[in-house]
């Protein structure tokens, strides 16, 4: 059974979900709704606080067990959105390349819009070709929050 546990971040109300001690879900209360306990666990501690240090900008990368649970095919764009440095964007098209599928840009486009673990499978990082912003399940203003605040810390 999944424990959960809501948090009021900058960003917003964030809820992360907690199953066996990995991370299954980090999401926007009104946006998802996730079945399970109300439980604040250690994990979920460990994770919250690490989602607080990326938004304040002590923190570009996380080190969190987490277990995504979707398709084979979700389950490859994630694991290739993983390999995206903090601070860079690449397109639809290139996730699409690199897990082998070139032809499947909009299906890589669906599978971020599924990824259950926002922020930590970094699917903001995720552009249009021509270097547009476009989908985010959190908002398109999110997206452009991120991108900024990673641009921003860069340290380069």
């Known amino acids: 059974m999944k424990n959960k546990y809501f948090y009021s971040l900058s960003i917003g109300e964030i809820g992360i979900a907690e199953e066996d001690g990995s991370i299954t879900d980090i999401f926007f209360r009104n946006l998802k709704k996730i079945e399970g306990n109300i439980k604040e666990t250690a994990i979920i501690k460990i994770a919250r606080k690490q989602l607080e240090e990326y938004l304040n900008g002590k923190r570009k990368s996380f080190d969190l067990k987490i277990k995504p649970q979707g398709s084979e095919f979700q389950t490859k764009v994630w694991n290739e959105l993983l390999k995206i440095d903090y601070g860079t964007c690449v397109s639809y098209g290139y996730i699409a390349e690199k897990i082998g599928n070139p032809k499947a840009a909009r299906a890589v486009g ?7 673990i926002l922020i930590v499978i970094p699917c903001h990082r995720v552009i249009a070709s021509d270097r547009k912003l476009r989908g985010y ?17 860069r340290n380069c």
């Open 110 to 116: 669906m599978a971020n819009n599924k990824n259950p």
């Open 137 to 153: 399940a959190a908002g398109l203003s999110l997206k452009k929050e991120l991108i900024e605040l990673e641009y921003n810390n």
